[in-house]
């Protein structure tokens, strides 16, 4: 170990794959490593390695270590993470899914690093495998190699935990250990007419989260209640057949599609409802989003996440996955939920346990034991922010 023995801070990295975006992993990784760093600076030493610079962290306060390598494919962090490596020493590295965590382990051991590794799972690894020949291979390898070197591997739901420790990593310890939910100030909570209620989809526009069935579904629901809408946030490739859909179901000017938006929280006052129904997800914090505004969820029964939110019916309703009719039914039933300052409390409760300084604290506590177990020098603990 390097850093607990050079001034008894445990030095911490943070990898994220090459993505043109700041999008989910990243804006995790930097919430994450910011509060640790702020919260925990006296423990950990932390760092944060991009492959490429992105424009929201210019203007960004940043207290932890930043590190820009460029790396424009998945293929070629292999080379840029084992020069790094052997550049900087660090006790432990963090890094998100399976494909990029194969890719840390074999950087590490080219440059003759000992460093530990702790692979954090956030999608859906079984979709994930079945994408390409590499996939398949790169899966394999770390059946194989990865999950019987590192000393534990991360999931962000307890669902993706216990298929993680099923058919991923059976010799160790898997840990659920959460993403930090957005924080939001003057949240507007007042309840919407009911009359013309608004029904909100914030999501990535592809077959992952099946906007599809969304619009099949508000097809039954507008024929009940003629005066709803239907609100689609985001982008994706799937947009045009999306559009088409719209059409072939005449649905006109009830839907709107409002492309990708930086800034959720001005939607989120105008809804009734929050749909989601994916096909798979690993864990989408966006609903968490919906829940500290005080909205109701309908989501589906899919791997992995939203069932593991979504365990009392104050909070919303789960649904087949693929079925426009169930969809419906619950869209339709949950105009009547209660709206009740009471219920609001209860959901905004729910989403300010995954507030990123409870969450931090979660992780401080899984990283502090790896290390601890992993090395014989002691080191200071700082306790901050809950459980």
């Known amino acids: 170990m390097h850093g607990t023995v050079a001034g008894g801070r445990i030095r911490l990295l943070y990898v994220?794959?090459?993505?043109?975006?700041?999008?989910?992993?990243?804006?995790?990784v930097h919430e994450i490593a910011a509060t640790l760093a702020t919260d925990f600076g006296r423990e950990f030493d932390v760092h944060v390695l991009?492959?490429?610079?992105?424009?929201?962290?210019?203007?960004?306060?940043i207290p932890y270590q930043l590190h820009v390598t460029p790396a424009g494919k998945l293929r070629d962090l292999l080379g840029v993470l084992r020069a790094f490596l052997r550049r900087h020493s660090f006790d432990i590295i963090v890094c998100p899914q399976v494909e990029p965590s194969m890719?840390?382990?074999?950087?590490?051991?080219l440059s003759g690093s000992r460093v530990l590794l702790v692979p954090h799972l956030h999608g859906n690894p079984r979709i994930e495998e079945r994408q390409s020949l590499r996939s398949r291979a790169l899966f394999m390898a770390f059946r194989?190699?990865?999950s019987r070197s590192v000393p534990e591997v991360f999931a962000v739901s307890p669902s993706l935990a216990a298929f993680a420790q099923r058919h991923l990593a059976p010799k160790r310890p898997v840990r659920f250990v959460p993403n930090p939910a957005r924080v939001y100030d003057g949240i507007?909570?007042?309840?919407?007419?009911?009359?013309?209620?608004?029904?909100?989809?914030?999501a990535r526009l592809c077959e992952q989260k099946g906007q599809d069935v969304l619009l099949k579904a508000f097809a039954r629901v507008r024929e009940k209640v003629p005066s709803a809408s239907l609100l689609l946030v985001g982008s994706g490739p799937d947009e045009r057949k999306l559009r088409a859909l719209a059409g072939e179901l005449q649905l006109g000017d009830s839907v709107t599609f409002a492309g990708y938006q930086p800034?959720?929280?001005r939607y989120f006052p105008l809804a009734r409802i929050f749909v989601l129904p994916s096909r798979w997800d690993g864990f989408a914090l966006v609903m968490l989003d919906a829940l500290n505004f005080g909205l109701p969820l309908v989501v589906t029964n899919c791997d992995f996440g939203a069932r593991d939110l979504v365990t009392d019916q104050r909070l919303g309703r789960?649904?087949?996955?693929d079925d426009a009719d169930d969809l419906a039914a619950a869209m339709l039933a949950s105009l009547a939920d209660d709206r009740s300052d009471e219920i609001v409390r209860f959901r905004r409760q729910t989403a300010a346990s995954y507030a990123p300084r409870k969450v931090t604290a979660k992780h401080a506590r899984a990283l502090r034991e790896i290390v601890l177990a992993s090395s014989s020098v002691r080191i200071p603990v700082q306790d901050r922010g809950g459980p």
């Open 263 to 265: 800034d959720l929280e």
């Open 318 to 321: 789960v649904v087949r996955v």
């Open 103 to 109: 890719i840390c382990w074999l950087a590490a051991r």
């Open 16 to 28: 994220t794959p090459p993505s043109e975006h700041f999008a989910g992993i990243e804006r995790v």
């Open 50 to 61: 991009h492959c490429k610079s992105y424009q929201e962290l210019a203007a960004t306060e």
């Open 188 to 202: 507007d909570t007042t309840a919407r007419p009911v009359d013309a209620p608004v029904f909100l989809c914030i």
């Open 144 to 146: 194989w190699l990865v």
